[in-house]
């Protein structure tokens, strides 16, 4: 069974300074999924990775649609993806710093972990289970303590990576600019 990818990207904002903002939940929607801003574009999974492929459709109420929305929108939203984007490269900045700086600790706290697992081993007035279990117990410490932020070290970045790919990928769909029908709720 092949699932077609989809084709285009549809966006119903309440009005055109909607299009940018993030929308709170609204029960009273008769499609509560709908999209109602490119703000929401990159909680969709499965639409992400094909965004450079689609066409962003953008479907206002009539009273906003003028002959110069389409290109007010486009240079609107060239700007928003712009400083996601710079947004996301700071981000990148402060989790590295933080990334680090959380590595540094650990491996302190690793290495004394393992120096006070050897001095264990080597303290002959305790009976050697107890050497045995204290060592083993001071080294799965260590670890312990390292795998967070090796973990984030290794694969931290990549949420921030996926967000700054996909408003590049928003800033180089092809845009339209329609009035949404009549009575075309959402």
């Not at 990159?42 to 206002?60: F, N, Q, S």
């Not at 706290?109 to 045995?132: C, D």
Request: glycine share 4%.
């Amino acid at each position: 069974m092949s699932h077609s990818k989809p084709t285009e990207l549809t966006v119903h904002p309440r009005d055109v300074r909607g299009l940018f903002a993030e929308p709170q939940f609204d029960p009273f929607l008769d499609n509560p999924d709908a999209l109602l801003s490119v703000a929401q574009v990159p909680l969709l999974a499965d639409v992400t990775p094909h965004l450079g492929e689609m066409k962003l459709r953008i479907l206002l109420p009539s009273e906003d649609v003028t002959p110069q929305t389409k290109t007010a929108i486009e240079r609107a939203l060239t700007r928003f993806c712009s400083r996601k984007i710079r947004e996301a490269r700071v981000q990148l900045i402060a989790w590295r710093r933080s990334a680090i700086s959380a590595m540094v600790y650990s491996l302190i706290f690793f290495a004394i972990s393992l120096a006070l697992s050897a001095a264990v081993l080597r303290a002959s007035f305790i009976p050697e289970t107890l050497r045995t279990l204290a060592s083993e117990s001071l080294i799965i410490a260590g670890w312990v303590i390292m795998w967070q932020p090796m973990d984030t070290l290794l694969q931290g970045w990549l949420p921030i990576r996926a967000e700054e790919r996909t408003f590049r990928a928003i800033a180089s769909m092809r845009t339209t600019v329609e009035a949404a029908p009549e009575g075309g709720r959402v």
